[in-house]
């Protein structure tokens, strides 16, 4: 039995923001360089599966390569002809620029490849916000979705970029529809002192919140990440909030803590993380040879259901 077809028969919490994502109109994504079995297929089984539609950006006679020695049927799937990998990135987020697509994926190119056209100022996707990443997280034996950020795109973040950050994170969460997320600014410790100066940061954090300066969640820290996710954790230390025990989304004090974080889970707890960049003129799905079938669907369905809410405000803007 492969692993598509054992999808069904292995629940998951992904599971319902792959149905809500089919429940809307495929989003028009388009593929960078696309180029070996893992990115190529993955576009074409999110596509079967009715998530996206895909417009293939890379060298073609290499793409048609891919999929006859790997039985990918790409159908009347449009290709967009270009000589190599930095020419279909920049192709990419040229046609994004058109207008052409809604969202942008990753193909078999390196992720700084992809993002110095993504954030060059004069022809990239910028925004008034900062770029980030989330982790969007199945924890096996954890009642909720996780959202972990950033662990990918700023190294040593400031509190200005993470207001972005957090801001960034909680729009996903209630645009894919999971609700008023539950925010917990991580540190070593759950007091403030000048000792640690993320925990600064993270006081710094609730209180821009509660100026609204940052919307849409309820945010507390600095929490210690034992008191975010257990709550008698939180209890033995004291910590009555809404978030102490109870945290969605994780919010890290740098990349190097978040990616460490992200990968014990995944490595240690089997867990399963999608991923997606934020802050940019659309969702960009990032996929890594290692993710399985379930997780890069779960990815292309969180930026396609992200796709589709932002398609609807427009419309009722209009």
């Known amino acids: 039995m492969s692993e598509v077809t054992t999808l069904a028969a292995q629940p998951s919490k992904y599971d319902r923001l792959i149905a809500a994502a089919r429940a809307e109109a495929p989003a028009v994504t388009i593929v960078a360089h696309p180029c070996d079995e893992t990115s190529l297929g993955g576009a074409i089984e999110a596509a079967e599966m009715g998530l996206i539609t895909p417009i293939l950006v890379g060298p073609e006679a290499k793409i048609r390569n891919v999929a006859a020695e790997h039985r990918l049927d790409l159908g009347r799937r449009e290709i967009v002809d270009v000589p190599h990998s930095h020419a279909a ?6 046609l994004i620029r058109e207008g052409r697509g809604e969202l942008l994926m990753k193909g ?3 992720t700084d490849e992809l993002m110095h056209e993504v954030a060059a100022s004069a022809t990239g996707l910028r925004t008034q916000r900062r770029i980030s990443h989330v982790f969007v997280m199945d924890v096996p034996g954890h009642t909720d979705t996780l959202f972990i950020t950033d662990a990918a795109i700023n190294i040593f973040p400031d509190l200005e970029a993470k207001r972005d950050i957090v801001q960034n994170a909680i729009d996903l969460w209630v645009a894919i529809g999971l609700g008023e997320p539950r925010v917990a ?14 925990t600064i940061e993270a006081a710094a954090l609730c209180k821009m919140a509660e100026r609204g300066q940052i919307t849409g969640g309820v945010l507390e820290g600095p929490l210690a990440f034992d008191n975010a996710i257990d709550q008698e954790a939180a209890r033995i230390k004291g910590i009555n909030s ?3 025990g109870h945290a ?7 990349l190097e803590a978040g990616n460490m974080l992200a990968k014990n889970l995944t490595f240690l707890t089997h867990a399963d993380a999608a991923g997606l ?3 940019a003129r659309v969702p960009i799905v990032l996929t890594s040879r290692a993710d399985s079938v379930r997780t890069r669907l779960a990815s292309c369905a969180v930026a396609a259901l992200y796709a589709a809410r932002r398609r609807a405000a427009q419309v009722a803007a209009v």
């Open 108 to 110: 078999s190119l390196h």
């Open 242 to 244: 809404p978030v102490a």
């Open 89 to 94: 990135a920049a192709k990419a987020v040229a």
């Open 185 to 198: 600014i991580l540190s070593a410790v759950e007091t403030v002192t000048a000792k640690i100066p993320s």
């Open 248 to 254: 969605q989304i994780l919010v890290v004090p740098d």
């Open 277 to 279: 960049v934020l802050g």
